[in-house]
């Protein structure tokens, strides 16, 4: 009988980080970083523009109105929205989730508009959600001291003070070399 060869065995870890599956849908064609980036980048310029184009924009009825209210209140910015984004920017402000007040009016038109034209406003936004949560997950704490346990050559075993014995005040050398050597 003749041997059958046997199968080639798959490969555990992925070549490219990329093509792993990340669930259901469609993948994102963005590095999250870049969106984040972006709406950080949006929402300082936003913040010094708003009370000037805020209205106008509201009050904006076709894509050309867009474009007048960024050229007449938003000049130094307006090469960055308009053209290229007229479109988005008017469907995120008829958005019926947008917000009333200001300041969130502003970080929605901004994280809304990071991610565009390669993600969806929506998607763009749950981007920046994720990531602020991340942030809010974060312990606020910080390391004040960190010790070490040392037997100095005075006769002192127990823990180190600021990187030094507790009896004699010798430091700890933070070479390798020497803290190896018995």
Not at 40 to 59: D, H, M, T
Not at 79 to 96: G, K, T
Request: charged fraction near 30%; glycine fraction near 4%.
């Amino acid at each position: 009988m003749v041997k059958r060869p046997k199968p080639i065995a798959k490969a555990e870890k992925a070549v490219d980080a990329f093509s792993e599956k990340r669930g259901r849908g469609r993948p994102y064609h963005v590095l999250h970083s870049e969106v984040i980036g972006r709406a950080e980048n949006y929402r300082g310029i936003f913040r010094q523009v708003w009370s000037a184009l805020r209205q106008p924009l509201i009050a904006a009825n076709g894509i050309n109105e867009v474009i007048e209210a960024f050229q007449k209140y938003a000049e130094p910015y307006a090469r960055e929205f308009v053209p290229r984004l007229a479109e988005d920017i008017l469907n995120v402000i008829r958005d019926p989730k947008f917000p009333k007040r200001a300041n969130p009016q502003i970080n929605f038109v901004a994280e809304s508009l990071a991610g565009r034209p390669n993600v969806e406003p929506r998607t763009s936004r749950d981007i920046c959600s994720k990531q602020r949560a991340k942030e809010r997950a974060k312990s606020p704490h910080n390391i004040i001291r960190k010790e070490f346990y040392v037997e100095c050559s005075c006769g002192y075993k127990g823990p180190a003070f600021n990187d030094a014995c507790r009896e004699c005040g010798a430091e700890i050398p933070m070479s390798l070399d020497s803290l190896w050597i018995a």
